[in-house]
């Protein structure tokens, strides 16, 4: 038997490798990785890593801990070509390694605005990107110009700002979050974000571009005004890293489908984590962008690996979406799916301790809640947002109380 061979190297990939160890597997795991130096962590690049130099690569896992869990780690080697028939997939190490099952974990990579390549704009994806942004922003006082208005665009924003920058976000969405939520969550975040002094320019793009050498450029918007930028970040979105799949008849036009139990149409192939498009409702796939889903769908692809060898029915994913945001000095959190039309209503606002808590309803039913600097409450409205439970039983039920005030 030659094992799984686990192509990525990110929270995914090693998340899977310690599933299948953990539910007993003995046979051999292989991740192959691209990036040189041991896997590490993401959500830490936007936050801490640029905050502080002193903050180091957020490793998460140590060569020992690899070796306890008898786990080969090929570092910087790229997985070039997949061929399905033969189970094998390239490398550009000219190794070619052999697979009983294979899992894609190759997570995304930012999208590019070709339009600002003469600004030598920054992008965060990778600890390097990181460590290049940190230098950029170490003499305080610039003028920051952010390209999109996400949750990694905010980030980036909030922690400018507490460096001490001016701070201006553009997009060309109306709103802030376009993507997560609705309005009613975007003009709250948006409003902190202007306490804060940030700047919006929305539903404006940029038209021209002069770069002034060493990161540095004059933009033109498309409302007329012209920004200085000493540093310019573009942090519009993520596109899966599907190229080595080429020909495999796998990756489709956002992502590796799969279904409920994270298998591709090739039943000795699973994708999770990024990458991935989960059949997340029946008949929805869906591409989700968070640490937490990185995690859920490689423990879902571990038992299905164990499930296919023992004969056994494979599991399906049961999840919540879920994520969070540190900016400033508060963590944003989102549990559940929000549409944009769905209600936000007040359950918690206690602006002088700087916390507050809004529930999302759907015709008279929870489908999520946002929270400020609440964890244990937003935690403790999972058993409810998953049964859809009515809003006012929720309301009367108030389990946010039941955590004790501060
Ligand atoms: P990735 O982390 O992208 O890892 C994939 C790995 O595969 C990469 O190392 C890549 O080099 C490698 N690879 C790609 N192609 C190949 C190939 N052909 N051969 C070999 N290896 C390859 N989510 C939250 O929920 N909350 C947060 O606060 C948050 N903050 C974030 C901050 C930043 C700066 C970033 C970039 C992301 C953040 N995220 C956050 C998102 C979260 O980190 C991702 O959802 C998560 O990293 C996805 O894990 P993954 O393993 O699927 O993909």
Not at 47 to 71: F, I, T, Y
Not at 72 to 101: I, K, N, P, T
Not at 236 to 259: K, M, N, Q, Y
Not at 300 to 322: C, F, G, M, S
């Amino acid at each position: 038997t030659v094992g799984t061979l686990i192509v990525g190297g990110g929270i995914a990939a090693v998340r899977c490798a310690e599933r299948l160890r953990r539910a007993g597997d003995t046979d051999p795991v292989t991740i192959v990785a691209a990036e040189d130096g041991l896997p590490y962590d993401r959500p830490p690049l936007s936050k801490q890593a640029l905050l502080d130099s002193a903050v180091d690569r957020p490793v998460l896992k140590s060569s020992e801990a690899l070796d306890a869990l008898g786990v080969r780690l090929l570092q910087a080697r790229h997985a070039l070509r997949l061929h399905r028939a033969e189970r094998r997939v390239d490398l550009d190490s000219g190794e070619s390694l052999s697979y009983d099952d294979l899992v894609i974990a190759t997570g995304s990579v930012p999208r590019r605005l070709p339009l600002l390549d003469d600004a030598a704009p920054h992008y965060l994806r990778t600890w390097d990107d990181a460590l290049r942004l940190r230098n950029a922003l170490r003499p305080a006082s610039g003028h920051v110009l952010v390209v999109g208005a996400g949750v990694l665009g905010l980030e980036i924003a909030a922690t400018s700002r507490a460096l001490g920058h001016e701070v201006t976000v553009v997009d060309a969405a109306p709103r802030v979050l376009p993507r997560l939520g609705g309005p009613g969550l975007s003009e709250i975040v948006m409003a902190l974000h202007e306490q804060h002094g940030v700047r919006f320019a929305l539903g404006v793009t940029v038209g021209s571009v002069i770069p002034a050498g060493d990161g540095a450029a004059t933009l033109a918007l498309s409302d007329g005004t012209r920004v200085d930028a000493d540093v310019v970040v573009v942090a519009i979105g993520a596109v899966p890293a599907t190229g080595w799949l080429h020909g495999s008849e796998l990756a489709g036009h956002d992502g590796v489908e799969t279904d409920a139990a994270c298998r591709t149409r090739d039943d000795r192939i699973f994708a999770i984590g990024d990458v991935a498009r989960v059949e997340r409702s029946p008949g929805v796939h869906e591409r989700l962008e968070h640490w937490t889903s990185a995690g859920d769908t490689a423990a879902v692809a571990a038992r299905n690996i164990l499930a296919r060898r023992r004969d056994e029915p494979p599991v399906q994913l049961e999840e919540l979406p879920y994520v969070w945001s540190d900016q400033f000095d508060g963590k944003l959190q989102i549990l559940g799916t929000i549409g944009p039309d769905d209600d936000l209503l007040p359950a918690v606002d206690d602006t002088e301790s700087g916390r507050w808590l809004r529930l999302a309803s759907r015709e008279g039913n929870l489908v999520g809640v946002v929270g400020w600097n609440m964890p244990a409450a937003v935690n403790r409205c999972r058993t409810a947002i998953a049964a859809r439970a009515a809003v006012t039983d929720v309301v009367t039920a108030a389990p946010w109380e039941r955590m004790g005030r501060p």
